[in-house]
């Protein structure tokens, strides 16, 4: 099984029980840190699923409503089952000035809506004397088209799961948070655990973006302050032929494991996902029945161990509403036990909550990296005795014979970018800086034995956050208010937006005469932007910079723990380490050094061996067969970066030079020469 398991990372934390420690209002450490954001008006709340953002939603809603002179809150979530979420609180209990209610008739996540329909419901509640209403963002929608924004002035609008939102005019809740937005009459508290979306387009434009106050709690301060989970696996697991034959190759029965069996359009169905199910049900063991007060499958093992397996696949909507209701009684949560395996299809995705989840398995590809993202959340909540949690993605492999190769190609390429976000989000947070005659320590930065040194790039780690500080020479720094926010909050956005580049990918992974300076100065300059035109020249090259250096960084911190013995045998916080070992090694790093890394480099590594021969030239021979020629834009970048090349040597790139970076811009500039030719008729 090793020689399958493709893209991987296996991150190790620290478990100081940070995260989960609360103050004394009862608020844990992302909770206190949006608290502190309470006035103002428009605030963005970055966190990982099981963070706190429901609650922390509470605390700074209930300030609002209490000393912020706000009439009511309007809590909007993506589907019904979330609103659970934001049922009643005793918050005083844990040591805050008030408790969270909601009148049960405005959770209309749970009730039928009064006069004809929830729309109504909204209309009514406005009227009213009461706080809190909790809808779904549909309903919100329909509420805003009948009622208009006016209607909601001086009201606290709350969006969870704001990912669902888009910069896309054809996204109905996106086009109202900018007439929202435009009126500038309500508060907004948007929440979200991945704020990247999988199509690729902007959750806000930069115009709205620019209006929010950004609390980022990020994946690693979360893992590395719980008090159990140590060890998150993200892995990816190439097969051939019927995934329900090679299931149990990954599928290990004495894991808590969430199966999604693959949507029915996807090529990895066998399009009979009742018969998918009950195939894994027989792979595991001998079915004795089902459990007639839960609904669970009662399957015994070859060890005679009863395995509980939940069938949320079931179509008939009565036996299905029993199991999922089985799956929300209190023992779910506090009895290890009650359940052992879920299959799932469209559910126990998004707000699902089951603690004792130690693997999240999911068969095909997800077009969504937020959608992911969302899955491997599943696996990763605290609950005692629960040391290791892993994500496994069951993708099908390229076959020679395969008509839709294509298609088997994109999901691969789709794979490693999903495997390179993910090991982005589960890193520490850098804070880069250029190195210069003026820099100096930072409080509450460790720089090593030997402290900071004022003659050489120094690397600071903060223990309490988890945070970089990593000088490097030649790092142009963010000028405007927009670009020190995109570099300190937005990296991950923007890497995302690189690592789902098809350009990129293909050309990281397959392009033999690709250099890496191609993708890091060329392609991503291009991204940025295309992401951030309201920025100058300088900050998107600022921009530009640090998110390379995030990335590259990442990948050479993962090389380091895969390659040392003495990493990989540590107890503590492995990635770290990886970085640390990584900057002291190399000592003084600069920007030239950052930029000529390929972040695809150790992906197409772990690749080749996973994948047989065959399939790897197939995936090769489709991006060859379709590489893609120098563009204009892409000319024009070359000679932007030639002109930089001058001044700093005094002389042109040449195109005889065996630099091959060199020679690249050399070929940009006699690219726009020839068609400055071909423009004039010569």
């Known amino acids: 099984m090793a020689d399958k398991s493709i893209p991987h990372v296996s991150v190790n934390y620290a478990r100081t029980g940070r ?15 949006a608290y502190e954001k309470r006035g103002e008006q428009y605030l963005l709340i970055k966190s ?35 609103g659970a979420s ?74 969870d799961e704001f990912h669902h939102v888009s910069a896309n005019p054809d996204n109905k809740l996106g086009a109202h948070l900018g007439q929202f937005l ?33 609390i980022t709690y990020t994946y690693y301060e979360q893992l590395n302050g719980y008090e159990y989970l140590k060890t998150l696996d993200i892995g990816y697991y190439f097969y051939s032929g019927a995934y329900s034959n090679e299931i149990l190759s990954v599928l290990d029965p004495n894991e808590k494991t969430i199966i999604h069996i693959p949507n029915v359009n996807s090529r990895e169905s066998t399009k009979d996902k009742i ?105 990763t909540r605290d609950a005692k005795g629960k040391t290791h949690a892993r994500f496994t993605n069951l993708i099908a492999e390229p076959n020679a014979e395969e008509e839709a190769v294509v298609d088997a190609v994109n999901d691969t390429l789709k794979a490693i970018a999903a495997s390179l976000l993910m090991e982005q989000v589960l890193a520490p947070r850098f804070n880069f800086t250029p190195k210069n005659k003026q820099s100096g320590p930072v409080d509450g930065y460790d720089y090593g034995e030997n402290g900071y040194d004022p003659k050489s790039s120094n690397v600071g780690f903060n223990e309490s956050t988890g945070q970089f500080q990593i000088e490097i020479k030649g790092l142009v720094a963010p000028k405007s208010d927009d670009a020190q926010r995109i570099c300190q909050e937005d990296l991950n956005e923007v890497i995302t937006a690189f690592v789902q580049d098809k350009t990129t990918l293909e050309r990281g992974l397959f392009d033999q005469e690709m250099v890496p300076e191609e993708l890091t100065q060329v392609r991503m300059a291009t991204i940025v932007k295309e992401k951030y035109p309201e920025l100058d020249d300088e900050d998107q090259e600022a921009v530009r910079q640090h998110a ?75 991006i060859s067969a379709k590489r893609i020629n120098l563009s204009l834009e892409d000319a024009r970048m070359l000679a ?19 630099d091959p970076w060199e020679k690249r811009m050399a070929e940009g500039i006699a690219y726009l020469q020839q068609k400055a030719k071909e423009a004039k008729g010569d």
């Open 19 to 33: 995260s989960k420690k609360s103050n004394e209002l009862g608020m844990r450490v992302m909770q206190e840190r």
């Open 48 to 82: 990982p699923p099981a963070s706190g953002k429901s609650r922390a939603l509470m605390f700074i809603a209930l300030d609002k409503l209490h000393n912020q002179g706000l009439t009511q809150a309007i809590i909007v979530v993506p589907e019904k089952s979330i």
């Open 86 to 159: 934001f049922n009643n609180e005793p918050l005083r209990q844990f040591g805050f000035w008030a408790d969270w209610q909601v009148e049960p008739k405005w959770n209309l996540c749970n009730a039928p809506g009064e006069d004809g329909g929830k729309v109504n419901s909204v209309k009514a509640f406005l009227a009213s004397n009461d706080k809190v209403l909790v809808c779904t963002h549909a309903t919100l929608r329909f509420a805003v088209d009948r009622f208009g924004v006016a209607a909601f002035d001086n009201r606290l609008i709350a969006v």
């Open 182 to 214: 435009a009126r500038n009459k309500v508060h907004i508290v948007a929440m979200t655990g991945s704020y990247f979306r999988g199509d690729a387009v902007a959750v806000l434009t930069p115009q709205d973006e620019a209006n929010f106050e950004t």
């Open 275 to 379: 018969k998918e199910v009950e195939h894994i049900i027989e792979e595991l063991g001998s079915w004795k029945g089902i459990d007639p007060e839960t609904g669970f499958h009662l399957v015994e093992a070859s060890n005679g161990k009863i395995i509980k397996i939940a069938d949320l696949v079931d179509d008939d909507a009565a036996r299905r509403d029993k199991v999922s209701t089985a799956l929300k009684l209190p023992e779910a949560k506090h009895n290890r036990d009650h359940v052992d395996i879920i299959i799932a299809l469209g559910m126990a995705k998004e707000g699902f909550d089951w603690i004792w989840c130690e693997h999240a398995l999911t068969v095909g590809y997800r077009s969504s990296l937020t959608e992911i993202i969302q899955i491997i959340g599943r696996a």
């Open 548 to 622: 390379i250096a995030a990335l590259n960084l990442t990948q050479k911190a993962k090389e380091v723990v895969n390659g040392s013995d003495e990493l990989q045998k540590s107890g503590s916080t492995a990635l770290i380490d990886g970085v640390r070992k990584f900057a002291m090694d190399v000592r003084d790093l600069d920007i030239d050094l950052i930029d000529r890394i390929n972040p695809f480099n150790e992906a197409y590594a772990v690749l080749s061996k996973a994948m047989t021969e065959e399939s790897l030239k197939q995936v090769a021979a489709v």
């Open 640 to 658: 932007k970066r030639a002109l930089t090349f001058k001044q700093e040597r005094n002389r042109l790139p040449s195109l005889t030079s065996q």
